[in-house]
C-alpha cells in the first residue's frame, strides 16, 4: 500500500517549474527566499558645493513628478558616486520598499560591465524571488522585474553605467520608482531621463574639501598654497580626495612644501596614484573604453598647446576630414573625455591634458612631429589670411608652404577674420609660446606675424611689443632678411598707436633699408607709409605729403590696391590739416571707392569717418552723421575698438555742434574710456577737450578747464602740436567767458604761433579771432580788427563753418 504525502503533487510542479524535470523528485521544503530592502553604500561627509546638483535630485522625487530617470554623468573622478549616495540618502524613507545599489562596473578595474541580465537575477532576489524560478532569458527577467516593482516605492542606483543599452532593461517602471544613474557617459539616447551634468568644484569648495580631507585648520599663510594645490588638481574630487588623504596621514607635511613639490613634479598624475582608485587608473579606464582612432585623437589633443579647439584644428592635428574631426570630437565629449567651451569648441581637463600628452609620448617622434607640423601649419595659415583681411597696407607674405591647410577656414569676410583671431588668438599665442620653447624660430616669426594685426586692433599694445621685439631678435638671428624687415614694420605701427613717434621713425627708417635691400618694394612703399604717418601726427604735413605720395606712386606701379587706398586716405589728412579741404574729401572718395571695390569693408570705415570728418568742418552737419554713423555700423560690426572710438569722438563733436550735449557726452565719454584701456594717449587727449568744450558750451567754466588742461598735458607729452594748438584755442575761449582776458590773449597767441610752425589753417584762424576778441576787451581795437579780418579770410579761403559768425561778430563791433 502507497503512503500517502500531503502536498507532495504541489512539490512536483514546483520541480517542475524550475525546471528540474529528469532526476529525481526532491522533496524537501525550501525556506522562503529572504527580502532585501537596503543596499546603499554608506554615506560620506566631505561632498561639497553640490547643493544645487543635490536639490534637482530630491526634488524629482516630489509626490506628483513626472521624472523617473536622473542620469548624473561627468569626468572620471568628479564625484557621481558620492552625490546620488548623497541623495539616495537624503530619499530614503520616502522608498520603503527597496532602496538599491548597483555596480554595474563600466570603469571597474580588473572587471567586466556588469551584465544586464546578471543584474536583474540579483534584483529579483533581493525583491524576495526564488532563484530557482527566475527566467533564463534577458527579456523574461527585465519583464519579471518590472512586474515585481510594479505598485511598489523603489529606489534603484545604477552606478558607473556604460550605456543605455546596459540601463534600459534595469529600469523599473511603476509611477512610484525613481532610477538615478551614474555614467561617464552623456546618456542622450535615455528617453525621458533628467540630466544632471557634474562639473568639477569651483575653487573655493575645492579649498573647502582640501582641508576637510587634510585635517588641516586653515591658516593665512597656508592659503596661497592651498589654492595652488587645488588647481594643479583641475578642482577634481578625486585628485583632491588622494593628495589630501596623503597629507591626513603626514602630519609633519606643511602644506606649503607640498604645493611646492606638487607643482615642481613632472609627473603630476603620478603624485595622485594611491593603488587602484588612482587618477590615471581612471582616466585608462575611459580611454581604453575608446575605439583606436578616437583614442589617436584624443592623444593628439594632448599635444595641441594651447587651451581650447575646433573641428577645423583637429583635424589639421589629427590628419582627419573636418567632418570626421567634428563627429570624433563629439564622440570624446559624449564620454567627458573633453568639454565644451561653447558650441563647437571643447578643451580638455588639465590632468586629462597632462594624461594625454603622456600617452602620446609612447607613439612614434615623427608621428608627433608631423601632428604639431600640421597644427602650426594650419595656425600660421588661417592668421594670415585673416590678418590680411583686416590690414590696412599689404604685407610681404611670408613662406608659408605651397599647401593651403584642407581644414582651413575661407574667412571671406572682415567680420569673419575678426571673429576667428578673435577666438583663436589665444591658441596662436600658446602656440608661439611653444614653438619658441622647442626652437621652432620660422614658426614662432610667423605666428607672431599672423597675431599682428588683431594684438593692433584689439589694443593689446604691450604684449605686442614684447612680441614684435622678439620676432626682430630671432629674425636676425636666423638672418632672414624680410622676416625681421616685416616685424620691425610691425614694432613701428604698434609704436605709433602708443604716440611713440621717434622710436616709430626708427624702426620704419631700419625696415625701409631691409625693403631695398632685398628688392622688396611692397615693405618699401608700406615703410614710406609708416614714415609719413609719423611726420603727419608730429604735425610736420609738407614731408608727411611727400612720403605719402612716394607710397602712393610704388603702390600704383605694383598694382597693389590695398596700399594705395590706405596712403591716399591718409594723405587726405594731411590736406586737410593744411586746410585744402576739397582736395581732402577727393582723396577720401578715391579711397573708400578702392576699398569697396577691393571688398576692404574694414578700412572703408576710416575712409568714411574721414569724410565725415572734413564735411562736418566745412559746416554740413547732416551729411557728416549720416557718414559717421554708416563708418561706426561698420566697424563695430567688425570689432576695431580705436576705430570705433574715433568715430565716436568725431560724432560727439557734431552733436554738441547740433546742441545734443547729452548724447555727445555719452559718445565722448565711451570714447575715453576706450582710449584709456588701449593706452592711446592721442584719443584719449582728443576725447577730453572734446569733453570739456561740452562742459564749456553747458556753461560749467571750471570742469571746461580741468579737463582742457588735461588734454593740454597729454599732446605736450606726446609731441602732437596740432592737438596743442587746437585745446590753446580752447582754453583761450573759456577764459574769454570766465572774464580773463589777459591769460586768454596769451592762449590764443601762443595757439596762433604753434599754427602759423606747422601751418594748421584752421587754429590759426581761430587764434587769431580768440586773440581779436581778448583785444576788443583790452581797448586795442585796431588789431583786434586786422586779426579779425586776417581770420574771415583764413575761413573763407578753406571753406570752414566759422566764417559767418565771425564775419557777423566784425560787423558788430565797427
Known amino acids: 500500500m502507497t503512503e500517502f504525502h500531503p502536498g507532495a503533487n504541489d512539490q512536483a510542479r514546483q520541480a517542475n517549474i524550475a525546471g528540474d524535470n529528469d532526476g529525481p523528485i526532491n522533496m524537501q521544503m525550501t525556506p522562503p527566499q529572504r527580502t532585501v530592502t537596503d543596499t546603499l553604500p554608506r554615506d560620506i561627509s566631505t561632498l561639497v558645493a553640490r547643493d544645487e546638483e543635490l536639490q534637482w535630485i530630491v526634488d524629482a522625487a516630489e509626490p506628483g513628478r513626472t521624472v523617473s530617470v536622473c542620469a548624473v554623468d561627468g569626468m572620471p573622478g568628479v564625484g557621481k558616486t558620492a552625490l546620488v549616495t548623497r541623495a539616495a540618502h537624503r530619499l530614503a524613507d520616502q522608498f520603503p520598499d527597496g532602496r538599491f545599489f548597483v555596480e554595474l562596473n563600466a570603469h571597474t578595474p580588473g572587471q567586466a560591465p556588469a551584465e544586464p541580465i546578471d543584474v536583474l537575477a540579483g534584483l529579483l532576489s533581493d525583491l524576495g524571488v526564488d532563484p530557482r524560478v527566475v527566467p533564463k532569458s534577458l527579456q523574461d527577467r527585465r519583464n519579471m522585474w518590472r512586474t515585481r516593482s510594479a505598485g511598489k516605492r523603489v529606489l534603484l542606483i545604477l552606478d558607473d553605467a556604460k550605456d543605455t543599452a546596459q540601463i534600459e532593461p534595469l529600469l523599473p517602471t511603476g509611477r512610484q520608482c525613481l532610477t538615478l544613474v551614474t555614467s561617464r557617459r552623456r546618456l542622450i539616447a535615455l528617453d525621458g531621463a533628467m540630466s544632471v551634468p557634474l562639473d568639477p568644484l569651483t575653487p573655493r569648495a575645492a579649498i573647502e574639501l582640501f582641508y576637510a580631507l587634510a585635517r588641516r585648520t586653515p591658516t593665512a599663510s597656508d592659503t596661497v598654497a592651498a589654492r595652488k594645490i587645488v588647481w594643479l588638481c583641475g578642482y577634481l574630487p578625486l585628485a583632491i580626495v ?138 600660421q595659415h588661417t592668421a594670415h589670411v585673416a590678418g590680411r583681411r583686416l590690414a590696412r597696407v599689404t604685407r610681404p607674405r611670408p613662406d608659408l608652404g605651397a599647401v593651403t591647410p584642407t581644414s582651413a577656414p575661407s574667412l571671406d569676410t572682415c567680420s569673419e577674420s575678426m571673429a576667428w583671431l578673435g577666438t583663436d588668438h589665444t591658441n596662436l599665442l600658446a602656440c608661439l609660446e611653444y614653438a619658441v620653447a622647442n626652437d621652432l624660430v620660422p614658426s614662432a616669426i610667423q605666428l607672431t606675424c599672423g597675431l599682428s594685426e588683431f594684438l593692433n586692433l584689439a589694443g593689446l599694445w604691450p604684449e605686442a611689443i614684447a612680441l614684435h621685439e622678439r620676432a626682430v631678435g630671432l629674425a636676425h638671428d636666423i638672418g632672414d632678411s624680410l622676416d625681421e624687415a616685416n616685424a620691425l614694420y610691425n614694432l613701428g605701427e604698434i609704436r605709433v598707436w602708443t604716440d611713440d613717434y621717434p622710436v616709430a621713425a626708427g624702426l620704419f ?306
Open 242 to 379: 588622494l593628495f589630501a588623504g596623503r597629507l591626513a596621514h603626514h602630519p609633519a607635511w606643511t602644506i606649503a612644501a607640498t604645493a611646492i613639490e606638487f607643482a615642481s613634479a613632472r609627473d603630476r598624475l603620478g603624485e595622485l596614484d594611491v593603488g587602484e582608485r588612482a587618477v590615471y587608473a581612471a582616466f585608462t579606464m575611459s580611454y581604453q573604453d575608446l575605439p583606436a582612432h578616437q583614442q589617436r585623437l584624443f592623444r593628439r589633443l594632448g599635444l595641441h598647446p594651447g587651451p581650447d579647439i575646433d573641428a577645423s584644428a583637429a583635424a589639421a592635428l589629427d590628419d582627419i576630414p573636418v567632418s570626421t574631426a567634428r563627429r570624433e570630437l563629439d564622440a570624446l565629449y559624449t564620454v567627458h573625455l573633453i568639454d565644451e567651451t561653447a558650441p563647437g569648441r571643447y578643451r580638455l581637463h588639465d590632468l586629462l591634458r597632462d594624461y594625454a600628452r603622456t600617452l602620446a609620448e609612447e607613439d612614434p617622434a615623427h608621428e608627433r612631429s608631423q601632428a604639431v607640423g600640421r597644427l602650426f601649419h594650419y595656425y
Open 509 to 814: 627708417d631700419r625696415a625701409l633699408a631691409i625693403y631695398q635691400r632685398v628688392g622688396n618694394r611692397v615693405g618699401e612703399a608700406n615703410s614710406l607709409f609708416g614714415l609719413g604717418l609719423v611726420r603727419h601726427l608730429t604735425s610736420d604735413y609738407p614731408v608727411a605729403r611727400r612720403l605719402y605720395q612716394e607710397a602712393v606712386a610704388i603702390y600704383r606701379d605694383i598694382s597693389d590696391r590695398l596700399g594705395e587706398a590706405t596712403a591716399l586716405n591718409e594723405l587726405g589728412r594731411t590736406w586737410q590739416r593744411m586746410g585744402h579741404y576739397s582736395t581732402a574729401a577727393d582723396l577720401y572718395r578715391q579711397a573708400t571707392m578702392i576699398y569697396q571695390e577691393i571688398g576692404s569693408t574694414a578700412n572703408e570705415g576710416d575712409a568714411l569717418c574721414n569724410s565725415g570728418w572734413v564735411t562736418h568742418t566745412i559746416g554740413d552737419y547732416p551729411a557728416a552723421i549720416d557718414l559717421y554713423e554708416r563708418a561706426l555700423t561698420i566697424v563695430q560690426d567688425i570689432g576695431r575698438r580705436l576705430s570705433e572710438s574715433d568715430i565716436l569722438n568725431e560724432l560727439g563733436t557734431i552733436q554738441y555742434l547740433v546742441g545734443d550735449y547729452a548724447a555727445a557726452t555719452v559718445a565722448l565719454r565711451k570714447a575715453n574710456t576706450t582710449y584709456c584701456e588701449m593706452g592711446n594717449r592721442l584719443g584719449e587727449a582728443n576725447s577730453l577737450s572734446n569733453l570739456g568744450w561740452v562742459q564749456f558750451l553747458t556753461g560749467s567754466y571750471s570742469a571746461a578747464a580741468d579737463l582742457l588742461q588735461r588734454a593740454l598735458d597729454i599732446y605736450r607729452e606726446t609731441n602732437t602740436r596740432f592737438g596743442e594748438a587746437e585745446v590753446l584755442n580752447r582754453i583761450g575761449r573759456v577764459l574769454i567767458d570766465s572774464g580773463d582776458y589777459p591769460n586768454a590773449l596769451r592762449a590764443h597767441v601762443a595757439a596762433l604761433r604753434l599754427a602759423r610752425e606747422i601751418k594748421n589753417p584752421i587754429e590759426e584762424a581761430r587764434g587769431l579771432d580768440g586773440a581779436a576778441r581778448c583785444r576788443i576787451q583790452l581797448g586795442d581795437h585796431t588789431a583786434a580788427l586786422t586779426e579779425l579780418r586776417d581770420a574771415i579770410t583764413i575761413y573763407r579761403r578753406i571753406g570752414a563753418a566759422e566764417a559767418d559768425s565771425t564775419e557777423s561778430y566784425l560787423d558788430s563791433i565797427q
